[in-house]
């Protein structure tokens, strides 16, 4: 095979654009040293020639080059956005990571992790554990089932009590803290997954009610059935209306402007004054920017936004200090970060569904050169 047409398969490779009828030739090819070269080789200069213009979305590298399947060829990979110095890092850090990575590294086996439960409070102000099991089931003081378990979901009742119409704004609120994850279905039969420290408010009963409204927090996907009754989702202060859709939002604090990726269907975003409107369609990302005083979208990959629901980990321009953030959800950990300079770096990275912790920080300590310290369940990135 010619060399240009060898690098029209790397291309397709780094892309994602690779024919399954492809992938076998393309293994293949790189077994042979002076191919593996040529593959290498295009990405350095690829890389260079995009931080020498100083561009923020750069080709995506693989943490490591090629595993025995292509399927997961992009599980690892992490690059700052415009740095050439740590683009060279980058480069590096590939074999270091190598090196390493065939070893289980065990610093995490005497940290203590406090497991919170996940908890719902009910209209009544009585705070219940929920627990994942074939037999749990959750009641009101008065014996009326509010939620059952069935598998890995907990699924509520729309059942309009005596005790919980009485009840002014008779409102449940669901909590999720770090470390773990819920899927829910709510009254409305209307499929809801929580990632870790997030927070659902939604009435004991959609059945006397006009639309269906709920108030939430941090990072959740909505698969929203279809109804009469129009969905109505508030993030902050915007609004999300929608009919029947599945779309996900997130909130966390450290995210400065909500977001609001709509994977299929349609939704209209607002403000609460409705002043300020847009519509969203399918592969869409939108979020109100509070420094153009105005709602923006543009087109995204939605798969980068729902791939936590996998228990992948996945960084999309986020400063190194909102990655510790994530982290910390993740993990339920506790990160000190005093190296101010790192802080304010932005990276993309990505982490395959069960990547310890422990893998996770040693990888960032061969690629950034940091250091860190546990103690408990605190975790500090120490100042060089």
Known sequence: MEETQFK???IKFLNEDLLESEEELFLELLKEEENKNLFEEFIRLNFLLEASL????LIELPRVLLSTSLKTRRKHWLKPAISVAAIALILIGIVMFMKFSTTKVNIFESLEVDHNNITITLPDGSLHNIVMNESFMLKDSMGNRIAKTEEDILIFDDVLSEESSSITNAIQTIN???GQSLRIQLPDNSRVHMNAGSTLELPISFTDKEVREINAYGEIYFEVEPNAKKFITHIDDV???VLGTSFAINSYIEDKEPTVVLVEGKVALR???????IHLVADELGTFSTEQGRFIKKKVNTQLYTAWMKGELVFREESFINILHKLERKYNVTFVSENEALNTQVFNASFK???????VLMYFKEILDLEYKIKNDTITIINP
């Open 8 to 10: 029209e398969l790397i």
């Open 54 to 57: 100083h561009k923020k979305e």
């Open 176 to 178: 999720v803290p770090y």
């Open 239 to 241: 609004v999300i209306e």
């Open 271 to 277: 403000k609460n004054d409705g002043e300020e409107s």
């Open 353 to 359: 569904s069960g990547e310890s912790i422990e893998n």
